[in-house]
């Protein structure tokens, strides 16, 4: 004989293979051998049929069970209160609901939750929507969400039940193979968020970005600290806030591209940024549209001035000039900021001059200029073809032609120039 078994107490549904014969102490017994969860609570439970209680010393067939019948496994507290309707404790009866999902009280159900802080916690970061109605004491919008809960329950029992009816129906049909392969999934990704909520509650928190106070040229600005940037990036609208629009060198043109891609309007080769009480040069990529950031202090300065993210002591350790700044709080930084993450902003790819520079800028940028920006000459005409030995030799390193002749056209042909870009 065959029957269905829902315990309660874990919202598990058995289906077990016994004989009418058996007793219903043996039917728990297989139960707790099935479930995954706390086998005790099988054990320890009350088994019941149309809501009647099961002896556990009669047998199956004395207690009226048949063949597909479904049992349920409710806690002996849980099956008093349902008969009596009289709870254990204060906390119970504050939190009684209908059968429809409403409480009974909501205004001592709200501030019940309101003063068990860990319950209040679990429900911010799983159902803002109640929590929200809590804080507000908003019986209409708590009611309102109880019901949905409720509903939405008694529709994913329905749904499972309907699974197991197609599995007991059917164990090779291929859709319902697919729909339970569904639920189990579900039921894995769900434990594996109680799990999360219950061992590392924080990790659901929103994480302070890095920042730090700088100056560039002069004006205060609040730096984001982002190794995931390859270069340091600033906005043309803060650019032209700090007086360093007349700088930028419109030859180094290029795409940034990320989550997003933006216009790369050229690069200020050196530009005075004063950390704590020391100065020192950094090389800006300056980007065509707003961003959240104003100012990004990317890889390339961080390894170039040899700085370390020190985050047991919550500050940025700038070795070249040996000066120690604490990342900005919460509170420091702002709410525009912080609500801006790295995902938000693309990084800049390599970058490469177009070939609308004059033809006396054909050669390396001329001894006037900083000697970093000698990394990216001005490229060669778009119209000369990329020489063939030049795409031999860089082929041999293992790439392919179409992104030889692209790092070519990108870098005007300097096949040493080629090469960097292709394993940057």
């Known amino acids: 004989m065959r029957v269905t078994v829902v315990v309660d107490a874990v919202d598990v549904v058995v289906t077990v293979e016994t004989c009418d014969d058996a007793a219903v102490a043996d039917l728990k017994a297989a139960v707790a051998c099935e479930m995954d969860g706390d086998p005790n609570i099988a054990l320890e439970g009350v088994v019941t049929k149309d809501g009647q209680i099961l002896r556990d010393d009669q047998s199956l067939r004395a207690n009226g069970v048949a063949q597909d019948d479904v049992l349920r496994v409710v806690t002996e507290e849980a099956m008093r209160n349902t008969r009596s309707n009289v709870p254990v404790n204060d906390t119970a009866n504050a939190r009684a609901v209908n059968a429809d999902g409403r409480a009974n009280d909501p205004r001592a159900m709200m501030r019940s939750l309101r003063d068990d802080a860990e319950t209040l916690r679990r429900l911010r970061a799983g159902d803002p929507e109640l929590a929200n109605a809590i804080d507000r004491d908003d019986v209409d919008a708590f009611q309102g969400r109880m019901m949905e809960m409720r509903a939405r329950e008694e529709a994913m029992r329905a749904r499972r039940m309907e699974e197991l009816a197609l599995m007991n129906a059917d164990p090779f049909d291929v859709e319902a193979q697919r729909k339970i392969e569904e639920r189990i999934r579900r039921e894995n990704v769900e434990h594996n968020l109680a799990l999360a909520m219950d061992e590392t509650p924080e990790v659901f928190a929103q994480v302070v970005m890095l920042y730090v106070n700088v100056e560039v040229n002069g004006i205060a600005l609040k730096a984001f600290v982002d190794s995931g940037a390859q270069m340091s990036i600033m906005s043309a609208g803060c650019a032209r806030r700090c007086g360093l629009e007349r700088l930028i060198d419109e030859r180094f043109v290029g795409e940034a591209k990320g989550v997003g891609t933006q216009k790369i309007v050229g690069r200020i080769h050196q530009a005075p940024l004063k950390v704590g009480t020391q100065f020192m040069p950094v090389m800006i990529t300056v980007l065509e549209k707003e961003q959240d950031i104003d ?95 030049k795409i031999e030799r860089l082929m041999t390193l293992g790439f392919t032609r179409k992104q030889v002749v692209e790092a070519l056209e990108a870098t005007g042909g300097n096949e040493e120039f080629a090469g960097s870009l292709l394993f940057g």
Not at 308 to 322: A, H, R, T, W
Not at 352 to 358: K, N
């Open 295 to 389: 100012f990004i202090f990317g890889l390339d300065m961080l390894r170039r001035h040899q700085c370390c993210v020190d985050l047991p002591k919550n500050k940025l350790v700038i070795g070249s000039v040996g000066v120690d700044l604490p990342f900005l709080s919460e509170s420091e930084i702002g709410k525009t900021s912080f609500g801006a993450t790295p995902a938000e902003t693309p990084a800049p790819t390599s970058s490469a001059p177009t070939s609308s520079a004059p033809a006396s800028t054909s050669s390396a940028p001329t001894s006037s200029a900083p000697a970093s920006t000698s990394s990216a000459p001005p490229a060669a005409s778009s119209g000369s073809a990329p020489d063939e030995g």
